[in-house]
């Protein structure tokens, strides 16, 4: 596969590169970093993606040309190139429609579940992230690895793995990270503009967490709602609010957390997450309509936020119960 | 001085590992890895430390056989191995008196400032962290790394980085978590253990910071002081409140972050921080008797909460003010 990569790119001048929605760092560093070494092989390269770039991105070199995308009837690329998406659909709402027909589409990605729908496929599911994919694809091009390029791997990588911290960090994500490093990456610096640069709306929804999270069940189960008025109140988006899990989850002795949160179109979003390999939580998911894995699962359903708090936190206690 | 360590080590029987006081992940970690190995050896080992082990870290293997110092008087053992430990007083208020006289003293630090003060000295001052260089005496002396050798390390270097983000992590430290990894490391539970496991206390107290802290000068400075009354209510304890700088220093756009806090003494203790190359925070702590970094500083002095503060902040956009 690779070796159908090198030959198509070696073959074209002409590249579009796009990735998922809402990106995140392994969408935004993989665009990148692929998009400087193509051009770096004085390609002409544009990159795209539905959504403007995250601002904790916007740093990195060549950011800033990553835009939306041509209009309909422009000439496109002779080449698509799609990074870390592994649904067809999860380009966006306009892209999956423009792009059907391209003749030569490239899937480059990490996610298990993806089913191969470019020309060229380059899935390597058990990959920590689409970044580690691109890394290699990029010493197989030859390209020498630049400092930007490196920059934008390392943010790939390291917000895919939670700062190297996940299951999914192999002993080669961390040789390859090595690598990177001595391509010039300002490990310290990079990491504070990442790691160190949080928005204030976030700030302020996460105290709101910690001042009114229940932590119940001998200490064992921790949850917050989050009502449509609170929302009102702050003044935050889905946005802010999707990574609100990761608060109540780390109080020391919980098995189970749950966030509830009432969305715009008048559903309950869940977000379950265990600690305990005892709980499955994608089987308490299941029980409502949702899904997921065993520690990390989530439900969308109709109902009152109260009530719908309530009997999935019942269904939560009898799955910990009959765990014991 | 790894042969004169190996020589050492192969011609004795007992040894004492001790490290300093208030051990960190590097200190617990350091002093379980080493030992372990030793006892591989065949040798008696003797684990202590003048605090106990933090919760935090009670899960490694060995963490148990942490124990306090031996009685005075008691028989010691020929070879006493201090790790992470930059200064001979900072093995606490017994320890320094007790082993002041032992007649061989093996000194395995990465601290700049260590004076040396063992009779064999392996002082790397740039290692990340005392267990990199564990790491390396591990291997020399042949004994195999097991998995909870090789955790105890992993913790060592993790935390003393901060997962892997300052910039004291080289390739070399990528590398060696990357053996590490090898033997047997479960990289997604020991972090869970390690960074998802907080206690209730402490997400109170970040809980009050977030809900009470300031941020003005147009967002560059970000601040929050702790009356004595305030830990009180909380019932927190010196501990609880050593880190609320980087809860504080983590607002986008703050270049630089102060905590003011009363302590038992009377006195007063700032902690200070810089994420701006151009604003040194030593200067302004030397300004009133501290001391530190260009990008973290402290200051301990006598004062009234509310008027420090003020002089501090004053200072601080003085120095904001010269650097722009």
């Known amino acids: ?39 770096a092989m004085g390609k002409q390269v544009s990159l795209w993606n539905e959504d403007s770039v995250p601002s904790r991105y916007a740093f990195l070199t060549g950011a800033d040309t990553i835009g939306s995308l041509p209009e309909a009837g422009a000439e496109l ?19 999956p429609e423009r792009f059907r027909d391209h003749p030569c589409i490239i899937n480059i990605d990490h996610h298990g579940t ?26 197989a091009l030859g390209v020498e690895m630049t ?25 080669e994500v961390l040789r390859q990270v090595a690598d990177l490093l001595e391509c010039g990456v300002d490990v310290g610096r990079l990491n504070c503009r990442l790691y160190q640069e949080i928005p204030w709306d976030t700030l302020r929804v996460n105290a709101e967490v910690l001042n009114n999270m229940v932590v119940e069940h001998q200490g064992q189960i921790s949850h917050y709602a989050m009502p449509a008025g609170t929302k009102a109140r702050l003044g935050v988006g889905l946005e802010a609010t999707k990574d609100l899990v990761d608060i109540v989850r780390v109080v020391e002795g919980v098995r189970v957390s749950a ?18 390999p005892a709980i499955n939580v994608a089987n308490i998911a299941a029980h409502f309509g949702g899904g997921g894995h065993a520690m990390a699962a989530g439900i969308r359903m109709k109902g ?12 939560i206690k009898e799955e910990m119960n009959n765990a014991q």
Chains 1, 2 share one sequence.
């Open 259 to 276: 966030i509830f949160e009432d969305l715009e179109d008048g559903r309950i979003r869940i977000s379950l997450r265990s600690k305990d």
């Open 77 to 95: 690329p002779q080449v698509l190139i799609c990074v870390d998406t592994g649904d067809w659909k999860r380009l966006g709402d306009i892209a």
């Open 1 to 39: 596969m690779y070796k159908d990569f090198i030959t198509t790119v070696n073959a074209h001048e002409s590249f579009g590169i796009i990735s998922h929605f809402r990106p995140d760092g392994d969408a935004i560093g993989s665009t990148l970093a692929l998009g400087l070494a193509l051009r």
């Open 147 to 171: 400092t930007p390029m490196a920059d934008a791997l390392y943010t790939a990588i390291s917000t895919d793995t939670g700062s190297f911290q996940y299951s999914s960090t192999t002993p």
């Open 304 to 315: 009152e936020l109260n009530a719908t708090k309530a009997a999935v936190l019942e269904k």
């Open 114 to 139: 993806n089913p191969g729908y470019g020309h060229i496929n380059i899935v390597e599911s058990p990959s920590a992230a689409c970044g580690c994919i691109i890394f290699k694809l990029i010493k």
